[in-house]
């Protein structure tokens, strides 16, 4: 796909910067559980982390051992932090297999050996710039403290909220006092009936930056929306990790750096955040032959 | 809310066991090193554990050229273990030179550097451009990379073919490097292949390296791997490790052997010791806690304490008298 002169052309005039590096180094701890509440179809646990919550930045997450100590589950589930403050950690954990499942079943008193704050934030815009947040499922729960930063930093924030049923949906009232919230369901069990992407159409052309965490299809359909609006946008994308702290490299996507060339890219260490129009989505999964040391695999140009 | 945060480790003891072994001929004061690929170039492991009290940081195999590695998905958990198909991804070893050795070598961590190649002259390459480079104890030769001029043969199947890299190694590396080089277990006499690259002029073996292992996803009824056959490690493949360092500790008495394969624990490092290995390498269990390696060993001092050792070195062999 790449390679040919238009995509060049773009990759030139890429409008976003890298994410920051974060001010803090990461730290491994064993808390407790502090507070544990179903919302919808996910489990939110609070930590008792003071360490964790004093260094967290919005976008950043947490991995969990899960399981126990002498599991056979070997590699941490990295977790978005929802909110951090006054010493506490919260997160929203979906159960989908046997390791998130362990964790959304944690107890209030139950300890866990947690590793964070991980990864790189959501750079913010110039001071007062509006913006659009855009979560998707349990995603949503991750742009909490990016909207309060904005807000902070004299943003207008609209956040757009989504999810396949109402019962996945979360974080629509936390996000509503922060924010102008409009919410959609593929089902219409809740707010409008559409996609995020639907949504987001109608009101892009109202800010000047875009975010947004959610599955990797809607984090694609933003980037290139925004992209196409002439806007910087940036996603945290969740891609398979097995350590979450850059040792493995595991995690990797192809990324167009600074200098225009794409790399695989940890998103552990280099992103989660990463800018909307670095992330070759067309390419997951595969080795395009531009990738820096694809001709070291035997991958040539077309 | 009470907010209760404990160190990982807990408190710290002293035990009166001296740990200090050695690599070849090269002294290091801990017996527990990183594995390759496992900790990337040790960087990132910075705010979890003493990067200058662990035994040395083996570096992610290093190429001549930078590689980009496979695509993705890399990994499938397993039951205990791992699948992994990364491709050593890597700067090469110009990226290594400027950037990495010169960082743990500012630092005062000693560097034990993978190095890898599909033809013999890459490892002799690699081998000469890492002469005397400051911090740079020594090199473990990864030869489970593909033989380009043996119909893609890995190199440490077939004694010859290891032996043939690791004595090209040997006659160029700087003399104060020792050259162990790391066999793989997938072959049907391992005994054969240490003896041949220690004759070749191996100062010591790495073993383990992964198992060739397959997931297949039952919904997509395809392989989970991008790389479809990946390579299985963690405390899964424990038990073959130990036979493997056991059978050539017996063969080869005189071999140092630098022991690997799902160590997590300091039980687990001393099991190693015992059959034969006088260090140890923690891969695996690293992405479980990023604090493992300085954990297992001084879960290994308490170990060796409490079975009345004084030293590493007594210990090691001990299960075979
Ligand atoms: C940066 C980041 C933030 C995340 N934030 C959240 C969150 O806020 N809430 C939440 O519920 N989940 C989140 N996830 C996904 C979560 O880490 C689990 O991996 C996922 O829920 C799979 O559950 P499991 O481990 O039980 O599945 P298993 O199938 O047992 O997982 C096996 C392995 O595959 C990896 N894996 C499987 N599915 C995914 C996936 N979708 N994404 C990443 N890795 C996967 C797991 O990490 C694990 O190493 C996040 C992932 C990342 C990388
Ligand atoms: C993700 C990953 C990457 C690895 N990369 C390398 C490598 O570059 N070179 C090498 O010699 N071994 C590599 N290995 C093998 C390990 O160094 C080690 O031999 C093996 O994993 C067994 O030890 P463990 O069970 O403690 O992980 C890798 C293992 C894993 C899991
Ligand atoms: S998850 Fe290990 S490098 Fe990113």
Known sequence: MTGDPAV????????????????HPPVQRVVEVAGRRPVGAYVELTLA??????????????????????????????IAIATAGDGEVSVVVSAAGPG???????QVGDTVDVVGPLGRRYPMPPRGTPALVVGGGYGSAALLGLTAALRDAGSPVLAVVGAATADRLCSVDELGALAEVVVTTDDGSAG??????????????????????????????????ATAAGLPSYVAVEESMACGIGVCMTCVLPIVGEDGRTRFSRSCTEGPVFGGDRVRFADVGALPWDVVGADAMGVVAP | MTATETGVHGHKRRFEVDLRTALGSVEVPSPVLTASGCSANGAELEPFVD????????????????????????????????????????PGIDGLLSDDLPWLAERGARAFVSIAGTRVEDFAELAQRLRGVPGVLGLEVNISCPNVESRGEVFA????????????VRAVADPAQPVYAKLSPDVTDIVSVARAVTDAGADGLSMINTLLGLVIDPDTMRPVLGGVTGGL???????????????????????????????????????????????????????NDPSAVARVHDELAAALAQRGFASLREAVGYAHR
């Open chain 1, 8 to 23: 060049m052309a773009i990759t030139a005039a890429l409008l976003t910067r890298p994410a920051p590096r974060a001010a």
């Open chain 1, 49 to 78: 982390a003071p360490e964790i919550a004093e260094r967290a930045e919005p976008g950043q997450f947490v991995a969990f051992a899960v399981g126990g100590e002498t599991s056979g589950l070997l590699l941490r589930r990295s």
């Open chain 1, 100 to 106: 998130s499942t362990w964790l959304t079943e944690r």
């Open chain 1, 192 to 225: 409008r009936q559409g996609w995020v992407t639907d949504a987001v159409a109608t009101v892009i052309g109202q800010v000047g930056v875009v975010y947004a965490c959610g599955p990797m299809g809607m984090l694609r359909a933003v980037a290139d929306a």
């Open chain 2, 51 to 90: 990067l200058t009290a662990i035994g040395a940081v083996v570096t992610k195999s290093v190429q001549l050229r930078p590689r980009s590695g496979r695509p993705t998905p890399r990994m499938a958990e397993t039951p205990s273990g791992m699948l992994n198909s990364i491709g050593l991804q890597g």
């Open chain 2, 157 to 168: 199947c077939d004694p010859v073919a290891a032996s043939d890299v690791v004595s090209a």
């Open chain 2, 233 to 287: 490690s963690g405390p899964a493949i424990r038990p073959v490790a130990l036979r493997c360092v056991w059978q050539v500790h017996q063969a080869l008495p005189e071999a140092p052997i630098l022991g690997m394969g799902g160590i997590r624990s300091g039980l687990d490092a001393l099991q190693f010791v015992l059959a034969g290995a006088s260090a140890v390498s923690v891969g695996t269990a690293v992405f």
